[in-house]
């Protein structure tokens, strides 16, 4: 086990250097110029050169490179262009937002995907199985911002049972935050609930179809016990990658629903970063994001490895 962690940790390591050279490559090609931007009318060579020094924007390409790596690894982001505050200080009001609402969205996926899937499943054909399909296709089908715009209007406005955006801060008590989160994280989770449950259901058929869940079943296990004990559990391999990278999109792509809502979150931080180019706040964000999401594929191989133990003697 120590051994295929070390491999994928390895695995890990190189591609966080790839993404930091492509994140900084492609901030450098963007046209245009942040230093001008910034001054507007007011722009002049020498105070340009002054605030390109300030900015540390004078170095060459690679210098400034290095310059962000290392100063990401301990803990330095740069300082924002447009507000003049350390980009790891608006990170770290925004990924309270942010990851917390990944975190819950990803729960309700989940609480409503397997049960649906495993009782689809278990009901191949019938009329459970058909409408539980139904369901999951107008998920997919239907956006996320819709479902959104709908529960603002049916339980913020007529039933005023929630909020309808805005995030009051965890300092007002935790079951009001969270009350706040709620209908972002239901807009987010249904769609992503749906994907889920057609994998899960897809997934749990074919491992029902095995040799080992008929010489289960042939040992004295009732269908029920057969599916609970060896079913479920061999069917989670695909369904982990699914979660996995649910999660990582519903950290780095919640930018719709954070407008809908208005909620001060990363993906609105990179929205406001984009529309003022403030780029450092851009590729610095953009970096922690793909960390988390190579730290939570990371998390998913080493869930393959506890789940299917053939991966552990390949290693």
């Known amino acids: ?30 046209p245009g110029d942040v230093v001008r931007q910034i001054l507007g009318e007011a722009y002049r060579e020498d105070t340009a050169a002054a605030l390109r020094t300030e900015l540390g924007l004078d170095g060459g390409p690679v210098s400034r490179y290095f310059s962000w790596v290392t100063g990401m690894l301990t803990g330095d982001f740069g300082t924002s262009y447009t507000y003049r505050t350390p980009v790891a200080d608006l990170i770290s009001d925004r990924i309270g937002v942010s990851l917390p609402l990944a975190i819950y969205a990803l729960v309700l996926s989940t609480l409503i995907a397997f049960p649906a899937g495993i009782y689809a499943a278990s009901r191949r054909g019938g009329a459970g199985d058909v409408t539980v399909m139904g369901l999951t296709q107008l998920g997919v089908a239907i956006p996320n911002f819709w479902f959104a715009m709908i529960m603002v209007l049916v339980f913020a406005i007529n039933l005023r049972w929630f909020p309808s955006g805005g995030f009051p801060g965890w300092d007002k008590g935790f079951w009001v935050s969270m009350k706040a989160l709620t209908l972002p994280a239901i807009a987010l989770a249904l769609p992503q609930a749906a994907i889920l449950a057609r994998v899960m259901r897809s997934s749990l058929l074919d491992m029902l179809g095995e040799d080992f869940m008929r010489t289960a079943r042939a040992k004295g296990l009732t269908r029920r016990q057969a599916l609970w004990r060896h079913g479920v559990r061999n069917a989670l ?33 990179i929205f406001q970063a984009i529309s003022a180019r403030d780029l450092i706040v851009v590729e610095s964000v953009v970096m922690l994001l793909v960390f988390l999401v190579i730290l939570v594929n990371f998390t998913v191989d080493l869930a393959y490895a506890a789940v299917d133990p053939r991966l552990r003697s390949r290693a």
Do not use: D
């Not at 120590?2 to 250097?17: D, E, H, Q, V």
């Not at 990658?241 to 931080?269: D, K, S």
């Open 1 to 30: 086990m120590l051994r295929y962690a070390l491999k994928r940790l390895l695995s890990l390591t190189i591609s966080l250097i790839i993404a930091s050279i492509v994140i900084f490559a492609v901030i450098e090609v963007i």
């Open 237 to 269: 391999i695909p369904v982990l990658t699914i979660i996995g990278l649910q999660f990582a999109f519903l950290l780095a792509g919640g930018i719709i629903i954070e407008q809908v809502f208005y909620l001060p979150g990363l993906g609105r931080l």
